[in-house]
């Protein structure tokens, strides 16, 4: 691809993920984002085949920006266990940045839309090796560090899409907890340490 045809699609990318952060995934039509990025409608058939292309081009952009995220964590100390907490707390943080983008990656708020099977293969994989080598770092002899990393992922993913869930929504009167910041995190960081626990990992000596 030529330097000039990547900037713009580029720019696209840029445009329909502007509409996803402000306007939500519903926006995300083509005309919603050929406006967004001053151009016309058929400038984004043209590059990206129609919405599917789009919206397979705009999943990948997302995992890139989780990709990034967890490539610009602090460097690893000898505290496994707290490097791996920490990269819980800042996968929630993400979350928390765009729920709109959360959902497109992670959920499915555009019924039409099934990311292309090889595509989720490889961002699923770039993405969460950095995750799983987290894990394998804290994981005794006998333990599947992948199976254990998609247990503890599932647990982070559940809490984190219940929370969204619920905010987004009319606090209800003796819920099982408070609907405060404080609460929310409180239940995300001590489940994820539940789960850590349970899954028998721990800071291993010399590792």
């Known amino acids: 691809m030529q330097p000039a045809e990547q900037n713009n699609r580029e720019r696209f990318l840029d445009?329909?993920?502007?509409?996803?952060?402000?306007r939500g995934p519903m926006a995300l039509t083509i005309r919603g984002v050929a406006e967004a990025?001053?151009?016309?409608?058929?400038a984004v058939y043209t590059r990206f085949g129609g919405r599917s292309g789009l919206y397979d081009a705009l999943y990948e952009r997302t995992f890139d920006l989780l990709r990034e995220m967890l490539e610009t964590l602090p460097p690893e100390t000898e505290d496994g266990?707290?490097?791996l907490l920490g990269l819980a707390m800042e996968f929630r943080k993400f979350a928390w940045e765009s729920p709109a983008r959360y959902a497109l990656m992670f959920e499915r708020p555009l019924p039409d839309f099934n990311p292309d099977p090889g595509l989720r293969a490889v961002v699923l994989r770039t993405t969460f090796e950095?995750?799983?080598?987290?894990?394998?770092?804290?994981?005794?002899?006998g333990i599947d560090a992948r199976a254990a990393g998609y247990q503890l992922w599932a647990t982070m993913h559940g809490l984190m899409s219940m929370e969204l869930t619920?905010?987004?929504r009319a606090a209800v009167s003796g819920w099982f907890i408070p609907p405060t910041d404080?609460?929310?995190e409180e239940v995300y960081r001590s489940g994820v340490?539940?789960?850590?626990?349970?899954?028998?990992?721990r800071t291993l000596t010399g590792a």
């Open 15 to 22: 445009a329909a993920l502007a509409v996803l952060l402000d």
């Open 37 to 42: 990025a001053g151009a016309s409608t058929i």
């Open 81 to 83: 266990l707290g490097d």
């Open 130 to 141: 950095l995750f799983i080598s987290k894990v394998r770092r804290v994981s005794p002899p």
């Open 166 to 168: 619920l905010r987004s």
């Open 182 to 184: 404080e609460a929310y």
């Open 193 to 201: 340490r539940s789960m850590i626990t349970g899954l028998g990992l």
